[in-house]
């Protein structure tokens, strides 16, 4: 079944205490991003990544790192976790062209006190 | 740089009406156009995109949206809801043409009432 697999589902935990979600993809696809969605402000790209090795910021990178050293894994990565990125995370991925069609994984809600 | 605009935040509408969920887009260059939908609970999955051609799209679960060019529009409509159409919708686009990043509007949660 082609699938977008995140992990953990849910997740809380400190301020300052590095946390890494995972996201994993079946597909072959080229393209990965990672979003947050925050009431009212819907989703905004955090980092995307057009294949391997090749990744650049999105709208909101800020504490926040990438890293693509597979192609089917596509990593968000919080060193120090402040209580402003508590937020539903979801990871996405498609296939080289503008028109294709984005799959979403289940989405990761983090908490962080 | 392009954007998308969700007026309604919220659309309450009793099952087996008809719905309207809007959507505008501006943007400098050609553009395609998408719909996703969202359940509880759940990741976003594609409902219906418009590319070129006719510019009425038929989508997934009854869905279709019209693409107005002088309107910047892409309007979702369903002629009669069930509530299994609960959901948020986000309306979506992205530059023709090479990687182009997709932008989201901000969503519209449709509240189907029994």
């Known amino acids: 079944e082609a699938q977008v697999t995140q992990n953990p589902r849910y997740l809380i935990t400190v301020t300052g205490k590095k946390l890494t979600v995972t996201c994993s993809q079946n597909?072959?696809?080229?393209?990965m991003s990672w979003y947050r969605q925050d009431p009212g402000l819907g989703l905004r790209q955090i980092y995307y990544?057009?294949?391997?090795?090749?990744?650049d910021k999105g709208d909101v990178p800020e504490g926040y790192k990438v890293s693509r050293k597979e192609k089917r894994n596509f990593p968000l990565i919080l060193e120090s976790p402040s209580p402003n990125q508590t937020s539903l995370y979801f990871c996405?991925?498609?296939?080289?062209?503008?028109?294709?069609?984005?799959?979403f994984g289940q989405g990761t809600r983090l908490t962080v006190v | 740089a392009q954007s998308v605009t969700q007026l309604d935040s919220q659309v309450p509408v009793f099952e087996e009406a008809p719905v309207e969920l809007r959507c505008n887009y501006s943007s400098s260059v050609s553009v395609y156009l998408f719909w996703y939908v969202q359940y509880p609970n759940q990741g976003l999955q594609l409902l219906l995109k418009y590319l070129s051609g006719s510019t009425l799209v038929k989508g997934i679960n009854g869905f279709e949206a019209e693409f107005n060019k002088s309107q910047t529009s892409f309007h979702l409509r369903k002629p009669s809801v069930h509530i299994s159409d609960t959901a948020e919708y986000f309306c979506?686009?992205?530059?023709?043409?090479?990687?182009?990043?997709?932008?989201f509007g901000t969503g519209t949660k449709l509240q189907v009432i029994p």
């Open positions: 979506a686009v992205t530059g023709s043409g090479g990687y182009q990043k997709v932008t």
């Open positions: 996405a991925s498609r296939q080289q062209g503008a028109g294709t069609e984005a799959f």
């Open positions: 597909m072959n696809h080229e393209y």
């Open positions: 990544s057009m294949n391997v090795e090749v990744t």
